[in-house]
Nanobody, 127 residues
Framework: QLQLVESGGGLVQPGGSLRLSCVAS????????IGWFRQAPGKEREGVSC????????NYADSAKGRFTISRDNAKNTVYLQMNSLKSEDTAVYYC????????????????????WGKGTLVTVSS
């Protein structure tokens, strides 16, 4: 099974940008959907964006539309989340996760759909 490691988090000012990376180790990375999720202190984990196995289909939470872009490079076993125009409310631990169900029909923005998770990377948006 895939193991996932996130990186790229840090402290950024409001209006700034960050690019998160999720690197997978293990077989058949290009078989599976990958999602980005986040969890702010005192809040439930929520879906941010997800991408199909080929990269041809993407989904975004309303809070991410127009500001975040998800992409993947299957040759590098990596999924990216480019985050622009960051706001204080984007502050959270960001996780990537994989859905091992190749034929799943449920939304990949739902945390309950995902089977394996990275340990997360902290994003802090503050002046």
């Amino acid at each position: 099974q895939l193991q996932l490691v996130e990186s790229g988090g840090g402290l950024v000012q409001p209006g700034g940008s960050l690019r998160l990376s999720c690197v997978a180790s293990g077989p058949r990375f290009d078989y599976y959907r990958i999602g980005w999720f986040r969890q702010a202190p005192g809040k439930e984990r929520e879906g941010v964006s997800c991408i199909s196995s080929s990269g041809g289909s993407t989904n975004y939470a309303d809070s991410a539309k127009g500001r975040f872009t998800i992409s993947r490079d299957n040759a590098k076993n990596t999924v990216y989340l480019q985050m622009n125009s960051l706001k204080s409310e984007d502050t959270a631990v960001y996780y990537c996760a994989v859905d091992f169900n190749r034929y799943g029909s449920r939304s990949c923005l739902s945390p309950s759909v995902m089977d394996s998770w990275g340990k997360g990377t902290l994003v802090t948006v503050s002046s």
